[in-house]
């Protein structure tokens, strides 16, 4: 493996070799010992030694030599598949033990265990604002895995709370570049339909701002996106008032509509209005059908003369 100034490690991409070079085959991520097809660890992973200074390594060795007897529990340490133990040395990282088993260590050492096994993170209710402006409600969570163990522990205090900062963070940056819902505007992904899109770009998006702790995203999903209940409430009575509009006009045209029907079917009777007859009855008509919901029986109007009606049968 390629090691880097300090001693941390490169990310190393998968290496596939052919069957017959006589280098050893890997089939495994190398930094996380991952087999990325079947999702197994690789009980063959690679432990890791670093340099140290020359004097303090014959300090080790001569009290080790002294206090051999007191420190045979000491010098044993268990490595369980998943997970990772860093081995310092007076702040010196001296080794990173990956295989899974018994290891023998120098008992003045400190051994800082890492799990390296896939975990989740849930970030919950946190306010966004989505491309026009609005306040949203998001809940979402992502799934990762410590990649180098030496960034981990060394590059950030506390990890876990690291990483839910950024989520947020990333929430708040990404969301803001897609409206809530589509419009005429917008025609590509929205908010309210999660698309695989967004969530790829939350993905990458925190995962560029993670890498320098060693952390490697694997996927990012939403939760639940919904606007903020004050929103809403506007919302809800701006979709009522719309509605209470376009009632209206359905009521006026069809009120427009039965009072000319009414009109028609008068003179088809043989009952002729003059102008002011017909003024005085549309208005009657109209204060009734607007009173009724823009409903009315028509059989209670057919055949009968109304009482304002003032005109003469023709022939009569």
């Known amino acids: 493996m390629q090691k880097m100034q300090g001693g941390y490690q490169s990310y190393t991409p998968l290496e596939m070799q052919d069957e017959s070079s006589s280098d050893r085959v890997y089939r495994y991520d190398r930094d996380t010992g991952i087999n990325p097809d079947i999702g197994v660890f690789d009980m063959e992973r690679e432990d890791e030694?670093?340099?140290?200074?020359?004097?303090?390594?014959?300090?080790?060795?001569?009290?080790?030599?002294?206090?051999?007897?007191?420190n045979i529990p000491c010098m044993i340490t268990q490595v369980n598949p998943g997970e990772d133990k860093v081995v310092t040395r007076c702040g010196y990282v001296t080794s990173v033990l990956r295989r899974p088993g018994p290891h023998l260590v120098d008992p003045f050492t400190s051994i800082i265990p890492v799990d390296?096994?896939?975990?989740?993170?849930?970030?919950?209710?946190?306010?966004?604002?989505?491309?026009?402006?609005?306040?949203?409600?998001v809940s979402a969570q992502f799934s990762y895995r410590v990649q180098d163990s030496l960034s981990?522990?060394?590059?950030?205090?506390?990890?876990?709370?690291?990483?839910?900062?950024?989520?947020?963070?990333?929430?708040?940056?990404?969301?803001?570049?897609?409206?809530?819902?589509?419009g005429e505007d917008h025609k590509g992904p929205c908010l309210r339909k999660h698309s695989?899109?967004?969530?790829?770009?939350?993905?990458?998006?925190?995962?560029?701002i993670v890498r320098r702790v060693g952390i490697k995203i694997e996927k990012f999903r939403l939760l639940s996106v919904t606007y903020d209940p004050l929103v809403e409430k506007l919302l809800l009575a701006k979709q009522e008032a719309e509605a209470e509009v376009i009632a209206t006009q359905a009521i006026a045209t069809g009120t427009v509509g039965i009072i000319q029907k009414i009109f028609q079917d008068l003179k088809g009777i043989g009952h002729e209005l003059d102008e002011s007859d017909r003024s005085q009855l549309a208005k009657q008509l109209t204060l009734m059908l607007v009173n009724r919901g823009g409903?009315?029986?028509?059989?209670?109007?057919?055949?009968?003369?109304p009482p304002s009606l003032k005109g003469k049968e023709k022939g009569n």
Request: a negative charge.
């Open 49 to 70: 030694e670093f340099k140290v200074p020359l004097a303090l390594r014959i300090w080790s060795c001569v009290a080790s030599v002294l206090t051999f007897p007191l």
């Open 116 to 137: 390296m096994k896939l975990d989740i993170l849930e970030i919950t209710k946190t306010s966004v604002n989505d491309l026009g402006g609005n306040p949203l409600i």
């Open 152 to 182: 981990s522990i060394y590059t950030s205090t506390n990890p876990k709370k690291y990483l839910i900062e950024q989520g947020a963070s990333t929430l708040k940056a990404v969301l803001s570049s897609y409206p809530f819902d589509k």
């Open 196 to 208: 695989d899109e967004i969530e790829n770009h939350l993905k990458y998006f925190l995962q560029e």
């Open 295 to 305: 409903s009315t029986n028509l059989t209670l109007i057919q055949g009968s003369t």
